[in-house]
């Protein structure tokens, strides 16, 4: 049976469903492993979960590299996202800063073709808004790449809801990338509303709060030591206590319907509406097949009211400035 697919945007395309963040694979989330990561890439596509999502900042590069190994060869069958903007300071790699200028977003856009091995990239995005730099130039620049063919769709991430009807006035955005999961609520007041008036998909990334909802991760000594979640507020001593007891409402409806928590948290999802196509970072086979299985889990209204109710303690970042940008006015 064909895996199950959702309108990208307005644009005529349909993509999976759910779509495979790459991002551990390559940073992040403890030491890499390249041949299971690549097996990961090639089973999600056997599956049907052909929407890929990568950043230029991810590994610096490697990721992109990566995801580009995995998918040479069958190029058609795939959806490739990536993004640019974040920047990272050589000397000093927990420095970072955003570029929306113009001349680099050609000069990301031409650096992310190169190491991916492809001609075009199916949707790309702006990581985070640049706070120096109207996102009319930006998206300006960002729609000459979709002009001369080295782009086919626009997208941003972590944008305000001025911001997205900002941009949505230069050039059609296809989809919107931010943080959300029953963990990671605050975009839904404006954001979700304004994308959902201009057709824009919603694609959440860390639907599983950062692996927190799988209740695989009972404390910080589950996570390796360059894991960068011991740092995230809500993997903190006094927060993390109080979620994992979230967590466990979550396991029991779960254990309801014979599956895992994790499926449940993206069940929960995907029952927010038929634009959402979330997608789930792993880097491991299993991981990924079971969250391409929670498409099969419904949840009843009352379960989704006990759901919706679910409020974790700390900040979903250290820095919300960070995840909480907008662009200054033309």
Not at 167 to 174: L, R, S, T, Y
Not at 184 to 197: F, G, S
Not at 254 to 274: F, P, R
Request: proline share 6%; hydrophobic share 40%.
């Amino acid at each position: 049976m064909a895996f199950p697919t959702r309108a990208l945007g307005r644009t005529g395309l349909d993509i999976a469903a759910q779509g495979l963040g790459c991002m551990g694979m390559s940073s992040s989330y403890g030491p890499a492993d390249q041949d299971e990561a690549l097996a990961t890439i090639q089973r999600a596509l056997d599956l049907g979960v052909t929407f890929l999502d990568t950043a230029d900042v991810y590994g610096r590069g490697a990721n992109e590299e990566l995801v580009g190994k995995a998918i040479a060869g069958r190029r058609g069958e795939v959806i490739l996202a990536t993004k640019f903007g974040i920047r990272v300071d050589p000397a000093d790699p927990a420095s970072r800063s955003v570029n929306g200028r113009p001349e680099y977003v050609r000069e990301a856009c031409d650096a992310s073709l190169e190491r991916l091995g492809v001609d075009h990239i199916d949707l790309y995005y702006q990581h985070r808004p640049d706070t120096e730099v109207p996102i009319e130039e930006t998206v300006g620049a960002m729609a000459e790449l979709v002009r001369v063919g080295k782009v086919a769709h626009l997208g941003l991430s972590e944008a305000s809801a001025d911001t997205v009807r900002r941009a949505a006035e230069v050039h059609p955005i296809a989809a919107l990338q931010s943080e959300w999961s029953l963990f990671t609520r605050d975009l839904e007041a404006e954001v979700l509303p304004t994308c959902r008036a201009l057709g824009i998909t919603l694609v959440p990334y860390s639907p599983l709060g950062r692996g927190l909802l799988t209740g695989t991760v009972s404390g910080t000594d589950d996570l390796h030591n360059h894991d960068f979640r011991r740092a995230q507020p809500r993997f903190q001593e006094g927060n993390l206590e109080q979620n994992l007891a979230l967590v466990g409402i979550v396991a029991r409806l779960a254990a309801a319907h014979g599956c895992t928590a994790g499926q449940v948290a993206l069940a929960w999802l995907y029952a927010q509406g038929d634009d959402v196509v979330p997608i789930p970072g792993t880097k491991r086979r299993r991981y990924l097949e079971e969250n391409a299985a929670a498409l099969d889990v419904v949840l009843g209204p009352t379960e989704r009211a006990e759901l919706d109710a679910l409020a974790p303690a700390g900040a979903r970042s250290p820095d919300m400035g960070w995840v909480s940008r907008d662009t200054p006015p033309t």
